[in-house]
């Protein structure tokens, strides 16, 4: 019986084709998709809330008690006691001028008063003598008025003679200068050496105990402002810090004559952190308005994007890109990306992911 001979297939063929027949018998199926993770997390519902209107304008921190100190005399600057930064006390000495020009003045008048005295005296004498004299009418009328006119003007002399001496010790008393208050030393203008003059200043200090804040504003923003009005503080560009309030103190009628804004003064808050010559940006609340508020902490910055972590109705965190505006008090304004009554994430969110659920810790409305 002959058989019928079959052609040789090779063994990879055969594994291909087994391979493919039993793909057949199965449904394909999609890849499973990656599951999140569980992040726990304060949850809180977005809610629009009344804002003021801010009206902002940059401010700085000054001294209200400040003093140039300059001498009263023309002299040399013999020493210099204190340096820039120092706390000095009230009647500390602060420099000393050289006073051998007003020593000498000194001395003079000190000359002038004893010559004064003697000539006082001597005419006291012939007062007394001619004064008996004309009692017993032994010399003339005409001879006593001249020997009592005399005694007047040695008088008057005398009296001349000490103010004179008076002025000059005044004058040696400011060869030396001390502090007119407890305060700290914030400019030194001349070295030892240099001649100080009337009117020119060489040393510069306020007290950092008594600081206000001062603005100036346009008509508009000036005409709605009272004393005792509460304004906010912030540092000028330092985003991160707090607001604290302030009170307006004085409202300076006058209007600048080049840039037509008035001067508005404002007392800082007890245990306030700021120092004297800082820039403030000043906020003036100008009427009302709605908006949305964060937590500072609910903002993120994602490789330069902006934006909050939303909890959408099957507790599944997405990041959302917002826009946001002034931050104040730990909060931050959400001026586009978000909608009241959505959820967001408040904070423990530095980890997060998009896709992650999140199991609510509480939190409440924003």
Not at 28 to 57: E, F
Not at 104 to 110: I, V
Not at 270 to 286: D, N, R
Not at 311 to 335: C, K, L, P, W, Y
């Amino acid at each position: 019986m002959n058989h019928t001979s079959l052609p040789s297939i090779p063994a990879t063929v055969l594994l291909v084709l087994s391979l493919t027949l039993s793909g057949c018998g199965e449904s394909s199926k999609p890849p499973a998709a990656a599951v999140g993770t569980n992040v726990k997390a304060p949850v809180m519902t977005v809610q629009r809330s009344v804002q003021p209107i801010i009206s902002s304008a940059p401010g700085t921190v000054v001294a209200e008690q400040q003093a140039q100190i300059a001498s009263r005399l023309t002299g040399f600057i013999s020493a210099i006691n204190v340096e820039e930064g120092q706390n000095v006390a009230a009647g500390q000495r602060l420099f000393t001028v050289d006073p051998s020009e007003v020593q000498g003045q000194l001395s003079q008048a000190q000359a002038a008063l004893a010559q004064a005295n003697a000539a006082l005296a001597d005419a006291k004498n012939d007062y007394a003598r001619f004064g008996n004299l004309y009692k017993e009418e032994a010399i003339p009328k005409l001879q006593w008025d001249k020997v009592r006119l005399q005694y007047q003007v040695a008088q008057q002399q005398a009296v001349a003679a000490r103010a004179g001496l008076n002025t000059a010790g005044a004058q040696m008393r400011y060869a030396t200068l001390t502090a007119p208050f407890a305060g700290v030393i914030t400019q030194k203008l001349a070295n030892v050496g240099d001649l100080a003059t009337p009117g020119r200043a060489v040393l510069v200090m306020e007290n950092p105990a008594r600081l206000q804040v001062q603005t100036s504003v346009p008509a508009e923003i000036f005409s709605r402002l009272k004393l005792g009005d509460s304004v906010s503080l912030q540092l000028d560009g330092s985003q991160n810090s707090d607001a604290i309030n302030g009170k307006i103190a004085r409202l300076v009628a006058a209007a600048d004559p080049v840039t037509r804004s008035y001067l508005v003064k404002i007392d800082l808050p007890g245990g306030h952190p700021y120092k004297s010559g800082m820039y403030v940006k000043v906020g003036f609340a100008s009427g009302e308005r709605t908006a949305i508020r964060v937590p500072q902490a609910a903002v993120l910055d994602r490789v330069g994007i902006i934006g909050v972590f939303v909890v959408d109705a099957s507790s599944i965190a997405h990041f959302r890109m917002v826009r946001t505006g002034a931050s104040e008090n730990g909060q931050v304004e959400i001026q586009a990306g978000l909608s009241a009554g959505e959820r967001i994430v408040t904070s423990g969110n530095t980890t997060l992911q998009s896709g992650d659920k999140v199991v609510s810790t509480g939190g409440g409305n924003v």
